[in-house]
Nanobody, 126 residues
Framework: QVQLVETGGGLVQTGDSLRLSCVLS????????MAWFRQTPGTEREFVAA????????FYGDSVKGRFTISRDNTKSTTWLQMNNLMIEDTAVYYC???????????????????WGQGTQVTVSS
């Protein structure tokens, strides 16, 4: 059974940093593109960042470019989202997602991903 488990969320203040982790179990990690999405109540899931299977390509949503960094370690079946200079608008549940993809065309829409974690809450206060 494939599982994605996110950790690292919490309550922080504006300008602070957080690092989210996502660990995969139950299947090969190194042939998956990985992504982070976020969602607030009553809104659609928003693309945050994605990384290709090799780590060679990364993609970011416009609202997080320059502040967030996605990375991965295939030997640890783990992907991370480093979030710096957090703003109140970053408050959301953050989800890790994965899809089999052995090329550099990493999707940014949630419908393309078939493995999802349970989510971790990030709350940014002033």
């Amino acid at each position: 059974q494939v599982q994605l488990v996110e950790t690292g969320g919490g309550l922080v203040q504006t300008g602070d940093s957080l690092r989210l982790s996502c660990v995969l179990s139950g299947r090969t990690f190194s042939n998956l593109a990985m992504a982070w999405f976020r969602q607030t109540p009553g809104t659609e899931r928003e693309f945050v960042a994605a990384i290709s299977w090799s780590g060679g390509m990364t993609f970011y949503g416009d609202s997080v470019k320059g502040r967030f960094t996605i990375s991965r370690d295939n030997t640890k079946s783990t992907t991370w989202l480093q979030m710096n200079n957090l703003m109140i608008e970053d408050t959301a549940v953050y989800y890790c997602a994965a899809v089999f993809r052995l090329n550099q065309r990493v999707p940014t829409g949630p419908a393309a991903y078939n493995y999802w974690g349970q989510g971790t809450q990030v709350t940014v206060s002033s």
